[in-house]
């Protein structure tokens, strides 16, 4: 999608709930109001933020089950035979794959947050230098050259 002002940006928002499919895979900013290095940056980082997958927060979720779940079938486990063990341990892999699950679920809406987030900084921006055309920012002082 390509974000030239800011009804793009708020094109851009409504294509991405929260929760649901997204209706774009990335973006293109095109926004003559920003520094160039400034808007690739931003671009840059709206993108990660549609791409991420959440596999890494569903990894650290995981470990983080498999570490306590050991732990707590150790603590258990004496005093017990090798049979009631190995049950307790089968017990762990739907606990592993719930971790799994929750962690991809919060890494891709916490993405979703970001990527919202970082479309009202591009949008409040927008606004801050469509207010601005004679080099005032949103109610500011004048620009110190008096230029912009």
């Known amino acids: 999608m390509i974000v030239e002002a800011l009804p793009d940006v708020q094109r851009a928002r409504l294509a991405v709930p929260l929760v649901g499919r997204r209706r ?3 973006v293109t900013l095109h926004v003559a109001r920003l520094d ?3 808007a690739r940056r931003l671009q840059d980082r709206m993108n990660a ?3 991420a997958c959440g596999c890494a927060e569903g990894a650290a979720t995981v470990v983080c089950a498999a570490v306590f779940a050991v732990m707590l079938l ?3 486990a004496p005093g017990h035979d090798l049979v009631w063990i ?6 762990i892999i739907p606990l592993l794959a719930a971790a799994a699950i929750t962690g991809k ?13 970082l479309c009202g900084t591009l949008a ?12 005032r920012l949103a109610g ?3 620009h110190p050259s008096g230029l912009v």
């Not at 409040?124 to 080099?135: E, F, I, K, M, S």
């Open 24 to 26: 774009i895979s990335g």
């Open 74 to 76: 150790a603590l258990a």
């Open 36 to 38: 160039t290095g400034e």
């Open 49 to 51: 933020r549609l791409t």
């Open 86 to 91: 190995a049950l307790r341990g089968l017990a």
């Open 140 to 142: 500011g002082p004048p």
């Open 105 to 117: 679920a919060v890494g891709l809406l916490t993405a979703r947050i970001r990527f919202h987030r």
């Open 124 to 135: 409040r921006r927008l606004q801050a230098t469509a207010d601005a055309p004679t080099g």
